[in-house]
């Protein structure tokens, strides 16, 4: 997708930013995800409560952390706990969202953010889980954000499995402890936005961006995509939510890039 007004991953900021509620809690992880929160709370989610695996629980971030234990992430916040006490809010089902980012995933949305390549010799080494574990197990929805979808990210098998998805289908998220009605619910990329088959627990489409197609989003995935009869088009940013994403948000391009 590409487009003069706007780049793909402000794009990607303010699609994620929609799908956060007011008077629900998010957590989220370093960079598009803490983006997207805080474009949603500046909006349509003034009361959305954003918590922080180091500890910040329910900030008003004045401006982008530039990691998730920053002292930003606890500006003008309702509490400075601790990892720990983050970890048992998600056990304990107080967290409505989690956000996160992969570098490969499958149609079950298992998430792989460890290795590229065999664990003992990997050909590339990723950040590894930190909290994704925790996030995906435990969050009542999980938003996932890939910014490249290829066949080398949209997989039939992850090389690593950092956060479980639905595991491998229906039930078996259940089956390996993790809590009911819990688990993947969209993914945003850059060709559209995707959500999954309430039977099959498999990737479907919701919705296509400007400017791509059917053929392309099937040309950017090694497994088959469910495609609806029925699916929608992606909106567009409206100008305020681009000025914030520029100007407040993340005003030195750090990760919007300029």
Not at 48 to 63: D, H, K, Q, R, Y
């Amino acid at each position: 997708m590409t487009n003069e007004k706007y780049n793909i991953r402000e794009y990607l900021a303010f699609l994620g930013s929609l799908m956060l509620e007011d008077k629900k809690s998010v957590f989220v992880g370093t960079g598009l995800p803490i983006i997207a929160a805080m474009l949603a709370q500046k909006t349509h989610a003034p009361n959305l409560l954003i918590v922080f695996e180091a500890g910040g629980i329910g900030p008003m971030i004045p401006e982008l952390p530039v990691s998730v234990g920053e002292g930003r992430t606890f500006y003008k916040g309702i509490m400075a706990s601790s990892m720990h006490d983050i970890m048992s809010l998600s056990q304990a089902g107080y967290i409505d969202y989690g956000f996160l980012g992969a570098a490969q995933m499958d149609y079950y949305g298992n998430l792989n953010t460890t290795v590229i390549g065999d664990h003992d010799h990997p050909k590339t080494r990723l950040p590894g889980s930190g909290g994704a574990a925790d996030v995906g197990s435990f969050s009542d929805k999980l938003i996932i954000i890939a910014a490249k979808q290829s066949k080398q990210t949209f997989v039939n098998k992850i090389d690593f499995l950092t956060t479980a998805g639905y595991l491998d289908g229906p039930g078996a998220r259940e089956n390996a402890g993790l809590p009911k009605n819990t688990g993947p619910y969209r993914i945003v990329t850059q060709l559209g936005i995707y959500g999954f088959d309430k039977e099959s627990k498999r990737v479907e489409l919701v919705s296509v961006h400007p400017g791509e197609t059917i053929e392309s989003i099937k040309e950017n995935s090694s497994f088959d995509i469910i495609i609806p009869k029925k699916y929608g088009a992606s909106p567009v940013p409206p100008p305020e939510y681009l000025r914030l994403l520029r100007e407040e948000i993340d005003p030195t391009g750090i990760v919007l890039g300029k």
